[in-house]
Nanobody, 126 residues
């Protein structure tokens, strides 16, 4: 079982950047796909990006391609989400999830993720 803690959220103006971190404890990321999701109050959770930590394979939602970059530091058991060119519609609570036992992307299918962090708020003002 892996325990996930997100950090790095905050408030920025449109066009700005933030880097989110998802730190894992209790297990290494070697056997996991780590995904970033976001959710606004009253809306469904949306998959943003995922990475196969042992392989480095990545996958992005169309809405963030070219703006967000996911990466992993296996030595630190941490996955990062670099978010550039932020827009007000990116305002959400961002959380990371861990899908155990797969070496391929899971296409951000929420039910594939076994463990979740509590999230970090990202607010982008116009």
């Amino acid at each position: 079982e892996v325990h996930l803690v997100e950090s790095g959220g905050g408030s920025v103006q449109a066009g700005g950047s933030l880097r989110l971190s998802c730190a894992g404890s209790g297990d290494t990321f070697d056997d996991y796909v780590i995904g970033w999701f976001r959710q606004a109050p009253g809306k469904e959770r949306e998959g943003v990006s995922e990475i196969v930590c042992s392989e480095g394979t990545t996958h992005y939602a169309e809405s963030v391609k070219g703006r967000f970059t996911i990466s992993v530091d296996n030595a630190k058991n941490t996955v990062y989400l670099q978010m550039n060119s932020l827009a007000p519609e990116d305002t959400d609570v961002y959380c990371c999830g861990a899908a155990f036992g797969t070496k391929v992307v899971v296409e951000l299918r929420e039910h594939e993720f076994d463990y979740w962090g509590r999230g970090t708020q990202v607010t982008v003002s116009a």
